[in-house]
């Protein structure tokens, strides 16, 4: 039996230092957010843009990943912050901290990192279905 | 009852379409797909079996209280099953706001208020309450205090959905028999207190910071800045034993109607007491 999951991840992108970012030439990041077999990208057009990413996926009981990860390994590249991620349409609360971000050029995890200031991948479990398993999200 | 028929008695007493509707008007659109094919859990059913279906002669035709509400299922519930007019307090606004919209939409007999366990006795007052419902709200509110506040009151059935501790949990040392010979005499009881953080399904109830909450979510945890903030969403949790709260209910001069403690532990639950199997469910007369 699978469970119809929706996640929406709001990100903005953080250009940092205009002047910096002219020498260095730094992009405009791209990121792709994917959940079960379903994915979801979009490139940011503006510094400090924010984006929001839904991704529905029937996903079989058990842990699944939430990843966002960039879709350029490039390092010169704006970062992008995490700023909210829905359940179903559930806020996560201090949840969201329970995640991992890999910098594409290092070797290791960094936990409960929202901003990613190096292109790399991000990535939260969730468990499904999601209302027998997160506090608050449905009627649990 | 058994499991089967409370399904089915669920099944009598819900629409599918409205719960689809309310978890429309509360979490959005993304709620849509996880509502296709909605199915109550166990822990579910057992919670709406000993709050409502075991509980109907204090719902029926009565103006109902559900303190803490929540999502609003229960209060829907109450409705379902008789209630003429059901008032539900939660201090999360997208609660709030969802049930209220849901309701005006179906024409139905329930209202909700933004507030908190210390707003009960006033909307007792106010809304001329007949049955007050608290469930799963023992543990981080005043309980005492709404329990004196209901007893002073009109109201003339509480339902109560709690978490206790079985007594033998805690053996007394020879230090408390030795303030026993002294004149305290002994324990009648005792409250386990669990700090944790508040941003989960109970948020919004630290009273520190009751003011700086998101008034949507009741999140405590981000601060003015947008920063991370885990001092403000900080909380105690106190759990009581099970003979205290027994002795507190006598205390107080509530009649038992019923009583029952859970009977198996469930599984599939975000509810960490009802995984342990430490609920128990009152439903209690205020006769005077």
Request: charged share 20%.
């Amino acid at each position: 039996m699978s469970f119809p999951t929706t996640i929406t991840v709001t990100a903005r992108t953080d250009m940092q230092d205009q002047f910096e970012g002219f020498v260095s030439n730094k992009s405009l990041p791209g990121a792709r957010m994917t959940l079960g077999e379903q994915s979801h990208e979009h490139r940011f057009t503006q510094s400090g843009e924010e984006h929001r990413f839904t991704v529905t996926a029937d996903l079989e009981r058990g842990e699944h990943d939430v990843v966002l990860e960039f879709m350029d390994v490039a390092e010169a590249q704006g970062a992008i912050e995490i700023l909210s991620l829905y359940l179903n349409g559930c806020p996560m609360g201090l949840d969201i901290y329970q995640c991992e971000y890999r910098p594409f050029h290092l070797d290791g995890a960094l936990r409960s990192h929202l901003y990613m200031g190096w292109p790399g991948r991000w990535s939260m479990t969730i468990r499904a279905p999601a209302h027998e398993n997160h506090g608050g999200v449905g009627f649990g | 009852m058994g499991k089967g028929h409370t399904r089915s008695t669920w099944d009598q007493h819900v629409g599918q379409g409205h719960l689809r509707e309310m978890a429309l008007n509360i979490w959005g659109v993304d709620s849509r797909e996880m509502m296709t094919d909605f199915e109550p859990s166990d822990t579910l059913l057992m919670q709406y079996e000993n709050n409502v279906v075991n509980c109907e002669q204090a719902l029926r035709g009565n103006r109902v209280l559900d303190m803490g509400c929540n999502h609003g299922l229960y209060s829907y519930m109450a409705m379902r099953h008789g209630a003429s007019h059901v008032v539900g307090v939660e201090p999360r606004g997208m609660f709030i706001n969802g049930l209220n919209a849901f309701a005006d939409q179906n024409d139905l007999p329930m209202e909700f208020h933004r507030g908190y366990d210390t707003d009960m006795a006033r909307l007792v007052r106010e809304h001329s309450i007949d049955t007050v419902m608290l469930m799963s709200v023992d543990d981080i509110t005043g309980w005492e205090s709404m329990m004196y506040d209901i007893r002073k009151s009109d109201v003339q059935w509480l339902i109560m959905q709690v978490i206790t501790l079985p007594d033998p949990w805690i053996d007394f040392n020879k230090d408390i028999f030795d303030y026993a010979k002294v004149g305290a005499g002994m324990p009648v009881g005792f409250t386990l207190h669990y700090d944790e953080h508040n941003s989960n399904p109970r948020a919004g109830v630290n009273p520190m910071h009751r003011d700086t909450a998101d008034p949507d979510t009741g999140y405590q945890h981000i601060g003015p800045d947008g920063k991370l903030d885990i001092k403000s969403s900080h909380v105690f949790r106190s759990v009581k034993s099970r003979q205290y709260m027994r002795k507190f209910i006598d205390h107080t001069g509530f009649t038992v109607v019923s009583s029952k403690v859970q009977e198996t532990p469930t599984t599939s639950t975000t509810n960490r007491s009802a995984a342990y199997g430490l609920l128990q469910w009152y439903l209690l007369r205020n006769e005077k």
